[in-house]
C-alpha cells in the first residue's frame, strides 16, 4: 500500500488555527489527476497542493512542478496555495531553495499558468522566517463592469461602492471582478448572489467578486490599511491570494495606491479565521501601451505556519 507524505498549513497567518489552511501532497507515486481530485475532496480545504518531483536541472531551469486542485477542480493558479506550498518546500526539501544574494532564498514553482517566484527575506524585527512574497503575473485588465448590476449581485447599495473606482475585471492568473467600496463598514452586510452571480461573472470573463473597502486610520501599527471577502462556492474565503494580486493591480492602476507602495490587507474576520497579506505593485513607465504605464512587479506576501503533517495510505 504506497504511502504519500503530506502536510497541513495555515497561510497568512503567524499562528496556527488562523489564515487559510491548505493540504501540500508529495505526489511520489505519479497520481493520475482523477486521484488528485480524490484526494482533494478527501482534505475538503479550499485547496490542495500535489508537489511533482523532477530532476533538479530540470527544476533548477524551470522550478517545481506543482498542481493545485479545490474540491470541484483544477486551478491553473491560486495564491495561498502557491505561498504555502513554497514555505512547505523550504521546510521539508531545502534543496529546491535558491540563495539570493543579500535578499535571503528564493523557490520557484511552476504551475499550469508558468513560473511562479517565491522570495524568502531574511528574518527581521517586522516578519517572523516563515514570511514569503511571492511575485505574480502582470495584471491583464478586462471590462469595467456596471455598478448598479454589481450591487445588486453582491447584495449592496449602488451607495456603498466608490463612484471613483468602477469595479473591473483584473487577472494575474485567475481572473476576478474588483470591487471597491467607500469604506469596509459596508463588507459585514455582503451577501453574493451565487447562482446569479457565476453565469454574470463567467460571461465578462471573471470567476468571482473580490469586494475591499479602505479601514479608517488608528494609531495601531496592527491595524490594516484595507479589509476584504470573497464568497464563492455558496461558502467563504478566509484569504484570497490570487484575488490580492489583482486588488493591488487595480489600486495601482487606478492610483489609489502609490507605485511601490506596499499595504496590509486583512481578510477572513468575518469567518473567524483572519489572515494578514501585505500588497504592492509598481507602475512601469517605459513599456505601457500608448504611453501608459504598465502596472509590474506585483507582490503578495504573508507568513505560514505548520499545523500537522502525516502520511496517505492509499490502495
Not at 172 to 189: C, K
Not at 213 to 242: C, I
Request: charged share 25%; net charge negative; glycine share 8%.
Amino acid at each position: 500500500m504506497p504511502q504519500i507524505d503530506y502536510f497541513v498549513v495555515d497561510v497568512f497567518t503567524q499562528k496556527a488555527l488562523a489564515g487559510n489552511p491548505l493540504a501540500v501532497v508529495m505526489n511520489t507515486c505519479a497520481l493520475t489527476t482523477e486521484r488528485m481530485q480524490a484526494i482533494a475532496c478527501e482534505f475538503n480545504l479550499s485547496e490542495t497542493t500535489f508537489i511533482e518531483r523532477r530532476d533538479l536541472a530540470t527544476e533548477e531551469a524551470e522550478g517545481v512542478r506543482v498542481r493545485i486542485f479545490t474540491t470541484q477542480e483544477e486551478l491553473d493558479f491560486a495564491g495561498h496555495p502557491t505561498l504555502g506550498t513554497a514555505s512547505v518546500l523550504k521546510m521539508a526539501a531545502p534543496e529546491c531553495i535558491a540563495a539570493e544574494a543579500g535578499t535571503g532564498e528564493k523557490v520557484t514553482l511552476r504551475l499550469n499558468v508558468g513560473a511562479v517566484p517565491v522570495g524568502f527575506a531574511q528574518r527581521s524585527d517586522e516578519f517572523e522566517e516563515s514570511y514569503g512574497e511571492m511575485t505574480q503575473r502582470d495584471p491583464e485588465f478586462g471590462a469595467e463592469l456596471e455598478a448598479g448590476e454589481v450591487a445588486r449581485l453582491i447584495g449592496l447599495e449602488v451607495e456603498d461602492l466608490d463612484p471613483g473606482l468602477p469595479p473591473q475585471t483584473v487577472s494575474t492568473g485567475t481572473a476576478f471582478a474588483i470591487v471597491a467600496l467607500r469604506s469596509d463598514v459596508a463588507l459585514a452586510r455582503l451577501r453574493v448572489n451565487q447562482a446569479e452571480a457565476t453565469t454574470w461573472l463567467r460571461e465578462r470573463g471573471a470567476r468571482w467578486f473580490y469586494v475591499l473597502g479602505p479601514v479608517s486610520r488608528s494609531e495601531s501599527s496592527e491595524q490594516p490599511n484595507w479589509r476584504a471577502r470573497m464568497q464563492f462556492y455558496g461558502g467563504e474565503d478566509p484569504a484570497s491570494g490570487s484575488a490580492a494580486g489583482c486588488a493591488i493591480s487595480y489600486l495601482v492602476h487606478h492610483r489609489t495606491v502609490g507605485s511601490g507602495e506596499r499595504i496590509h490587507l486583512r481578510q477572513g474576520v468575518e469567518i473567524g479565521r483572519t489572515s494578514d497579506l501585505y500588497l504592492s505593485a509598481r507602475l512601469d513607465s517605459s513599456s505601457g501601451k500608448d504611453d501608459s504605464p504598465r502596472v509590474t512587479d506585483v507582490r503578495v506576501g504573508g507568513s505560514t505556519v505548520l499545523v500537522a503533517k502525516g502520511q496517505l495510505f492509499l490502495p
